[in-house]
Every structure is written in structure tokens, then in C-alpha cells.
């Protein structure tokens, strides 16, 4: 059984409301990924900081499991391990509820890699990996998510760089398949919208 946990808990501070509720195409963010991932795993976990946020999210995804953070202050490695204790397969996708370009072609890639492994992730040449377009064992990540954050850590690429076994999908191995690479791509501010919607035109001239 495959997995999907997407991370909506965030602030939005450089965005003038929450990012995931943006229109793009007419389709809010946050729909994009869920409607991708749901192609191709047994589950979507939604992952948000308040009870507010379900209310909103419910408006967009219905009857989508969306859960609140369990545990005090906000981070991403929270929000992790919230959405890998209510995950029931063995692997799960993660990624951030901003990402309206996710290929699946590379998601399957991961999943196969990750198989018999602690994970799979992106990996860039100066050593930099995608923690939020990764494939973690579920069980194996959520006993290192714990353990870092009783030690006080945030960074979510951390359970990453913890685990023993984790292995690697180039950035050129990508290129192979998104050359632009737009599978990464994620909505942080108001010019990184202003991008999505140039690259949702030319994928979508017709539903522009």
C-alpha cells in the first residue's frame, strides 16, 4: 500500500493569505497535488496547523483525510510526523500542499527506489536534497521524526539525513523526464505564483 502526505500547516507569511487556497487555472494549489497524488497511491493524508484550515481545506477537498498537527509549536518535521502516524502503508510520498506540478513518472521512480530501503529523494550535485518531494518508510521515519523532535529539531530534511538508508534519484535522472524540472517546483511568494501561472498557460492554453 502506497501513501501521500501533503504539508498545508504552513504560515503563508510571503503570500497575502494561504497559498494552497490560490487559484491556478480555476483549480485551487492545493487540489493540484492532492488530484495528482491520488492517482497513483491507496491514500492522501493533508496535514494543516488549525482546526480553521480543515474547515477551509473541507470547502476544497471534501472528503479528503485532513488532520491537525499533534503537538506543540509549528514545523514542518511536526507536521511529518503527524502525517506519518496516521499513514497506513508502507511507503509514503511528501510533499508540500504548494507543488502544482508533481510528476508522477518521477513519484514512481522514488516509490521503486525507496522499496526495501528507509527512502528515496531527490538529489542535487552540490548535495542538496527534496525532503518535500521524497518517499519515506513509513515505520523507519516516523521513529526518527519522533526522536528529532524530542532533541528539538525543525528541519524537516533531517529525518533524511538520520535515517541510514536512504537512496538517491539524480537531478539529471529528472531532467530526463522533466527537463525544466517543474516536478520541483513550489509556490513561495508572490513571483513564484506569478511563474505557476506562466507555466499552468503553457501546459494548459485551452483552460487558461
Known amino acids: 500500500m502506497r501513501s501521500a502526505i501533503?504539508?498545508?500547516?504552513?504560515?503563508?507569511k510571503r503570500m497575502n493569505g494561504d497559498k494552497g487556497q490560490l487559484l491556478l487555472g480555476g483549480v485551487p494549489v492545493i487540489r493540484h497535488a492532492y488530484n495528482r497524488l491520488s492517482e497513483r497511491v491507496d491514500e492522501v493524508i493533508?496535514?494543516?496547523?488549525?482546526?480553521?484550515q480543515i474547515v477551509n481545506y473541507r470547502h476544497i477537498l471534501g472528503d479528503a483525510?485532513?488532520?491537525?498537527?499533534?503537538?506543540?509549536?509549528?514545523?514542518?518535521?511536526?507536521?511529518a510526523s503527524t502525517?506519518?502516524?496516521?499513514?497506513?502503508?508502507?511507503?509514503?510520498?511528501?510533499?508540500?500542499?504548494d507543488m502544482p506540478f508533481i510528476n508522477l513518472e518521477i513519484v514512481d521512480k522514488l516509490f521503486t527506489l525507496?522499496?526495501?530501503?528507509?527512502?528515496?529523494?531527490?538529489?542535487?550535485?552540490?548535495?542538496?536534497?527534496?525532503?518535500?518531494h521524497a518517499v519515506y518508510n513509513i515505520k523507519n521515519a516516523l521513529v526518527t521524526a519522533r526522536r528529532?523532535?524530542?532533541n528539538g529539531e525543525k528541519r524537516l530534511r533531517m529525518i533524511l539525513h538520520t535515517l541510514?538508508?536512504?537512496?538517491?534519484?539524480?537531478?539529471?535522472?529528472?531532467?530526463?523526464?522533466?527537463?525544466?524540472l517543474i516536478t520541483l517546483f513550489d509556490i513561495d511568494d508572490e513571483e513564484d505564483f506569478i511563474?505557476?501561472?506562466?507555466?499552468?498557460?503553457?501546459?494548459?492554453?485551452k483552460d487558461s
Open 195 to 205: 511563474e505557476a501561472r506562466r507555466i499552468w498557460k503553457k501546459q494548459s492554453p
Open 148 to 150: 528529532l523532535l524530542e
Open 6 to 12: 501533503i504539508l498545508a500547516g504552513g504560515s503563508s
Open 164 to 180: 541510514p538508508d536512504v537512496k538517491f534519484l539524480t537531478i539529471e535522472e529528472i531532467k530526463s523526464i522533466d527537463r525544466d
Open 114 to 132: 525507496a522499496e526495501n530501503h528507509d527512502g528515496a529523494t531527490p538529489l542535487w550535485p552540490n548535495g542538496f536534497i527534496e525532503p518535500l
Open 46 to 52: 493533508v496535514v494543516v496547523h488549525t482546526q480553521e
Open 83 to 97: 502525517g506519518l502516524m496516521y499513514a497506513q502503508g508502507d511507503y509514503t510520498f511528501m510533499s508540500g500542499h
Open 65 to 79: 483525510e485532513i488532520v491537525v498537527d499533534k503537538g506543540q509549536g509549528s514545523s514542518p518535521i511536526l507536521g
